[in-house]
């Protein structure tokens, strides 16, 4: 039952990701750059967990650690720029398929370093989820709109390095505490991001003009919930699994484009959102019919 209590932390945060695309395209309507978004996103968020050190467990850790976590949280970094790219350029629902490709990526990542292919379980979960993502992206469309090919390219390439994130997370400094993890992750966003958007950042002065309001909001979906919740869940449980779980930001991104930014849920999205949602149980179901096997004996 403990790999499926961490997986519901992954759940959990796998949605709050999928949150953050509403915030960012309401942001974007608002007049904000990308570079000005995901920079504050981190700055916020490092700030308000380096608030949290007085009260959590800490550890020594080596240069090499702290160094493997800083890049980490480079390469989710990267994600919300990329990501943000192509917010700028397709609907929030359809950004969000782009990046949900990280799932069989993540499955490859995992193949790839362990050797071995992965299991039946995972593939015929996987094929829910390609089935999902089919029908949920509306094909080559969007809200009507056509695909513009840029925001497709920037698309996929944040599913590559959120897919590079999650394997990542899963295997740094697993033995430091979650937040101090947390902490270390954020910050190695937060340098390569202040080499891009802080003269941005300083030149504007926005957060005196409105920008504060958005960055509180994608500082706690968008680098703190993810983040930990992460930070807890991956290192107990294999990467493709992680990635999987993670899969669950798609319902939660096109769900919340409906309510927040008006966006229509079309009969065929609402089939891959059940089909995704299928591909996520399957292997809990492992899990579950385990931990019952156990209390029967």
Not at 180 to 198: H, P
Request: hydrophobic share 55%; glycine share 10%; with cysteine.
């Amino acid at each position: 039952m403990n790999n499926f209590k961490y997986s519901i932390f992954i759940f959990i945060g796998a949605c709050s990701y999928g949150i953050l695309a509403s915030i960012v395209k309401t942001a974007l309507t608002a007049g904000h750059s990308v570079w000005e978004l995901t920079g504050s996103q981190y700055l916020f968020g490092f700030l308000l967990l380096l608030l949290t050190l007085p009260f959590i467990k800490r550890v020594k850790i080596s240069f090499k650690q702290a160094g493997a976590l800083m890049l980490t949280g480079t390469s989710l970094a990267l994600t919300g720029i990329f990501y943000g790219l192509s917010l700028e350029r397709v609907s929030a629902s359809l950004a969000i398929v782009l990046l949900f490709q990280f799932t069989w990526i993540g499955i490859a990542m995992e193949a790839i370093y362990e050797r071995k292919m992965p299991s039946k379980n995972k593939i015929f979960s996987v094929t829910f989820l390609i089935l999902g993502t089919i029908f949920a992206s509306n094909l080559m469309t969007s809200n009507g709109q056509p695909l513009q090919i840029d925001g497709l390219i920037y698309g996929l390439l944040s599913a590559v390095t959120y897919a590079t994130f999650i394997f990542a997370s899963g295997k740094v400094a697993t033995g430091v505490p979650s937040i101090q993890r947390s902490i270390f992750i954020t910050l190695g966003g937060l340098i390569i991001l202040s080499f891009i958007a802080g003269p941005i950042l300083l030149a504007n002065g926005v957060h005196v003009q409105g920008l504060w309001k958005y960055s509180l909001a994608m500082a706690f979906f968008g680098a703190i919930f993810p983040i930990v919740l992460f930070a807890i869940g991956t290192p107990k449980i294999d990467a493709g699994l992680a990635t999987i779980v993670g899969s669950a930001e798609l319902p939660a991104a096109i769900i919340t484009a409906m309510i927040i930014l008006g966006e229509k849920i079309s009969s065929a999205q609402s089939i891959g959102i059940v089909l995704i949602l299928i591909g996520i149980a399957i292997p809990q179901l492992r899990f579950i019919r385990i931990s019952r096997n156990r209390l029967g004996t």
